[in-house]
């Protein structure tokens, strides 16, 4: 597909018109609508979220009572009401830089769409992809309230399925998810985890 067309399909004119930063805001729409795992008053982590699509699908859902926090290597323009950090997620000091923006409270939930830079190496990309969603996975047991929830990107591979079961091992509810939004060549799933057991 060439270039120009493979940007311009559907979504993409979608987040024009409703003023979304990326496509991949109605991914979170659509997982959200499927699992309710953000709603009013909630606080979210969103790890991976330049530019900020996510940041301003979860803002719009928790509304002024709620908290939404981003982080990323990349700079995100400033969102009203939402706090960034520019830092590696994979940094052991994020979860103390989180609570101190939350004031020690815990979340309710931690999104992660984290993408490693894409080699073209399908393993290779798979296991930087698995290494950014078990970081995902720890960040959420670090920081989540019990029976809060979590939802995270992977590209498929052989690690998969271990990947999979340390998520089904740690929640309620473990469900694997495309959305229609996610293209349809891409190796992407979201993994979506409710209920934090532990
Ligand atoms: C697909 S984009 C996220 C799009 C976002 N959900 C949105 O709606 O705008 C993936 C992001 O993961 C970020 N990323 C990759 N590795 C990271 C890391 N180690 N720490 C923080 N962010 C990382 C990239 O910089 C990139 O901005």
């Keep these: 597909m060439r270039r120009g067309k493979r940007r311009r399909d559907h979504f993409w004119r979608e987040a024009k018109r409703w003023g979304y930063r990326s496509r991949a805001s109605f991914?979170?729409?659509?997982?959200?609508?499927?699992?309710?795992v953000i709603r009013e008053g909630y606080k979210v982590l969103d790890l991976g979220a330049s530019p900020g699509g996510w940041l301003q699908v979860a803002k719009e859902i928790v509304g002024d009572r709620g908290t939404v926090i981003g982080v990323d290597i990349l700079p995100i323009d400033?969102?009203?009401?939402?706090?960034t950090l520019k830092m590696d997620m994979r940094r052991p000091e994020l979860v103390d830089r989180i609570m101190e923006l939350t004031g020690g409270e815990k979340l309710?939930?931690?999104?992660?769409?984290?993408?490693?830079?894409?080699?073209?190496?399908?393993?290779?990309d798979h296991a930087r992809s698995i290494d950014l969603a078990r970081t995902?996975?720890?960040?959420?047991?670090?920081?989540l309230k019990r029976g809060g929830n979590?939802?995270?990107k992977v590209f498929q591979g052989d690690m998969y399925?271990?990947?999979?079961e340390e998520v089904s091992d740690r929640f309620r509810f473990t469900k694997a998810y495309t959305p229609r939004a996610s293209r349809k060549e891409s190796a992407e799933i979201y993994v979506v985890?409710?209920?934090?057991?532990i």
């Design 27 to 36: 991914k979170l729409i659509q997982i959200n609508e499927r699992f309710g």
């Design 78 to 83: 400033p969102i009203e009401g939402v706090f």
């Design 108 to 124: 309710d939930t931690v999104l992660s769409d984290a993408s490693p830079n894409l080699s073209g190496n399908w393993s290779l």
């Design 136 to 143: 995902a996975l720890r960040v959420s047991e670090n920081l």
């Design 150 to 152: 979590f939802v995270v």
């Design 161 to 164: 399925n271990e990947f999979f």
């Design 193 to 197: 985890g409710k209920e934090l057991q």
